[in-house]
């Protein structure tokens, strides 16, 4: 057996052990949850029946305080066994994207043009299989698991803070699931892992008049294409090389004829950044730079920027409690990292800005099975990962309030 063999063998060993450590009806239940979740995919905002079904499950396992949050979430609730210890919150977000699933599975989306192509519905269900082993094996402080709607539109988790669900919240624990891992692998980092997610606006504004007579108007066009390029320096010579960033325009509007100078033309992007720094050098100096070439080219401009998501940094305290848990559940070498920093966004974001936590990233890959990433029509990832994420979540839990 060469050595990366022997590494996969003790790995699966590990993930079996694992999964076994759920009793049979609870397997049952978890992956017959996450399928009829699948199947009835819902849109963020919409999650009314995925909203019962959880309920239902949560129910039937037993766990029955559950009270519904932030619409068409639900927060349920399992004490722990010392009063006083740390309250600590589990969360999974529920919620599906507008893409035509095309895995051909059994229980593939029944609903045309939505499908849980992110994986929301594993991680819905290994919540809710992360209370089920806290039924069995509770952990010191009280556990508030958090079905969090409206992810993939970063808006969720604010409504979660403002509904109280984790008022007095002393950590709190998620996980996504990741194809590029390998079950039984966990990427567990203190600082950012994901970026933050702002969008901006800028409509530039000057005086239109005949193709024929620029001399008579102050060109839009012109100046707009000016911007184009020379927002390419922000983060080429204005950012830190050594830190991440993003500037990227996806939409410009100008004009409705070839003979007509418009009185006005627009473009909106993404802003992307992993520290709070990064992210406001990058607003800053789009918006001065917005002005300074307005102002070369005779134009006003009209900045509009939309706060999205911050960055997602994990506390160096939720990460190490995160990382001790999968150590004695999964081993040494279940411990991974991410390649490059992820410059995508997660509105869990908004959770570790405000208390301790660890977001992590959980391996559902296997030997032999289709690498279709997420948000792709062929997302299909291994089922074993709910039981890993499950344990996880639980051991999180027991970790940080022991
Ligand atoms: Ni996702």
Redesign the pocket.
């Given at each position: 057996m060469s050595a990366q063999d022997a590494v996969t063998a003790a790995r699966e060993a590990r993930v079996r052990a694992v999964v076994a450590g759920f009793p049979e009806a609870e397997r049952a239940a978890i992956i017959a949850l996450r399928r009829t979740l699948h199947a009835a995919p819902e849109l963020s905002w919409q999650e009314q029946g995925t909203q019962a079904t959880l309920r239902a499950a949560l129910h039937a396992a037993g766990i029955d305080d559950v009270r519904e949050i932030a619409g068409t979430g639900l927060v349920a609730t399992i004490p722990g066994t010392r009063p006083g210890a740390p309250v600590i919150a589990l969360r999974g977000?529920i919620d599906a994207l507008p893409i035509s699933e095309e895995t051909g599975l059994p229980f593939a989306s029944q609903r045309a043009g939505v499908m849980h192509a992110?994986?929301?519905d594993m991680?819905a269900a290994w919540a809710v299989a992360a209370g089920m082993a806290l039924l069995r094996a509770p952990a010191a402080g009280t556990v508030r698991l958090i079905l969090q709607p409206a992810?993939?539109v970063g808006e969720g988790a604010t409504k979660v803070l403002e509904s109280g669900a984790l008022d007095g919240v002393h950590a709190i624990f998620g996980a996504?699931?990741d194809w590029r891992f390998c079950v039984g692998e966990v990427v567990a980092t203190a600082g950012p892992l994901a970026a933050s997610t702002d969008t901006f606006a800028i409509t530039f504004a000057g005086r239109g008049g005949h193709g024929a007579r620029p001399q008579d108007t102050r060109d839009p066009v012109v100046g707009l294409g000016a911007f184009l390029m020379a927002v390419q320096t922000i983060v080429s010579r204005r950012l830190d090389p050594a830190l991440p960033g993003v500037v990227s325009v996806g939409m410009v509007q100008a004009g409705h004829a070839p003979n007509v100078i418009p009185e006005s033309a627009r473009c909106s992007g993404t802003i992307r950044a992993t520290v709070p720094a990064t992210r406001a050098l990058l607003c800053e100096e789009l918006t001065r730079l917005a002005h300074a070439v307005a102002d070369t080219h005779g134009l006003s401009a009209t900045v509009t920027l939309s706060e999205g998501t911050p960055p997602l940094v994990n506390t160096p305290q939720g990460a190490a409690w995160a990382q001790s848990a999968a150590r004695g559940l999964l081993g040494e070498r279940a411990l991974t990292s991410l390649a490059t920093t992820n410059m995508g966004g997660?509105d869990f974001a908004f959770y570790t800005e405000r208390m301790d936590g660890c977001f992590m990233r959980v391996g559902t890959w296997r030997e032999g099975r289709s690498a279709a990433g997420?948000?792709t029509p062929r997302f299909d990832p291994d089922e074993d990962a709910l039981f890993v994420a499950g344990a996880l979540l639980a051991e999180c839990a027991r970790t940080a309030s022991a």
């Open positions: 977000d992110c994986g929301h991680h992810e993939e996504h699931v997660e997420v948000h």
